[in-house]
């Protein structure tokens, strides 16, 4: 009878054990589920407030699931869109429905700045510098844009204490919407860097130095067109380009190489000239000599590589 009942014992015991475990189990499994319309709402306010978005911003709120990384907290997706345009960001709302908190995640698996130079294509451009450099400076340029212009001539300075330690190249990004030849000028010049690096550096400082010149006083559209052609010839000439496929490749007119500088600079998230990107760091707008130098300066270092003589009042 003892044996019986410590059998018996044993068994609820096995049961219980067995009962407890799948009740664990089916409790980790569960999905949260859907946040209810005042959680949403509390949410979406918070969303906005610390977002600072704009009534005409939608704010998009997924079912809550459970978080493998932050026991005791779920895990909401929330969407904000515009048009066509959206983000998503995770964001982990503590059991007690009291706390949200917004988390960046860092893989430091990864290299955001390797990725970043990795989706630029320099095959077949210009270089200026040190062909060999560690340290790339890719601008996306505007042949007509002012604030190119600026850039370019404050790149210019910087290479000639810099030039054997980084070398710059150039794409291609312009604004058709408001610069009527910059899209002329930016074909042109691939026409001139099929046959020479020295033509299309020349046709880049002489463009960016004298827009007004294009332009003219009361030059048409199609006047300025015609002027960049001729600049275009101009610069082939002197660099012993072939005339006749110069001038042919001016005529043609391809859109080919122009469509993917600005289809990659789209995809990098350009949105304005000028562009630069730094060994991967993304900088829009005018940037000044003084801090180019220090981007710079703070790349050679990581790179192991001796920073230039700065003459006095550089």
């Known amino acids: 009878m003892e044996n019986l009942a410590k059998r018996l014992g044993e068994w609820w ?19 949260p589920g859907p946040v209810s319309a005042e959680l949403n709402r509390k949410i979406e306010k918070q969303i906005r407030a610390t977002f600072s978005l704009p009534p005409m911003v939608d704010v998009t709120l997924s079912n809550r699931r459970p978080s493998t990384e932050f026991p005791g907290y779920s895990i909401i997706t929330a969407k ?18 009291k706390a949200l908190f917004s988390m960046a995640k ?22 200026r510098g040190n062909r060999d450099a560690k340290v790339v400076v890719v601008v996306y340029d505007d042949f007509q844009c002012p604030y190119c212009s ?38 042109d010049s691939g026409c001139l860097a099929a046959q020479s690096d020295g033509a299309y550096w ?24 015609a002027e960049v052609d001729r600049i275009t010839m101009d610069m082939g000439k002197r660099h012993g380009a072939d005339p006749a496929a110069l001038k042919s490749c001016i005529a043609s007119q391809s859109p080919t190489a122009l ?3 600005m289809q990659e600079a789209e995809g990098l998230g350009v949105e304005a000239t000028p562009a630069l990107f730094i060994d991967g760091t993304k900088l829009e ?12 300066n703070k790349e050679l270092q990581a790179a192991g590589i001796d920073l230039p003589k700065v003459a006095p009042g550089q």
């Open 80 to 97: 904000i869109s515009y048009g066509d345009k959206a983000q998503e960001h995770e964001l982990l709302l503590s059991k007690d429905e």
């Open 202 to 225: 020349d046709f880049a400082d002489y463009v960016h130095l004298n827009p007004q010149q294009i332009q003219g006083e009361q030059r048409s559209a199609d006047g300025q067109r």
């Open 259 to 261: 469509k993917a500088s």
């Open 285 to 296: 707008g005018f940037v000044p000599e003084s801090e180019l130098r220090v981007i710079l």
């Open 150 to 187: 600026r850039m370019h001539q404050a790149l210019v300075d910087v290479l000639r204490s810099y030039g054997d330690r980084i070398k710059v190249v150039y794409k291609d990004f312009p604004l058709v919407e408001i610069h009527p030849w910059a899209e002329r000028a930016a074909i």
């Open 106 to 127: 860092m893989d430091l698996t990864r290299d955001p700045q390797a990725e970043t130079m990795a989706k630029i294509d320099l095959k077949g451009r210009p270089v």
């Open 13 to 31: 015991m096995r049961r219980l054990f067995v009962c407890m475990l799948l009740l664990a189990v089916g409790c980790r499994a569960q999905a």
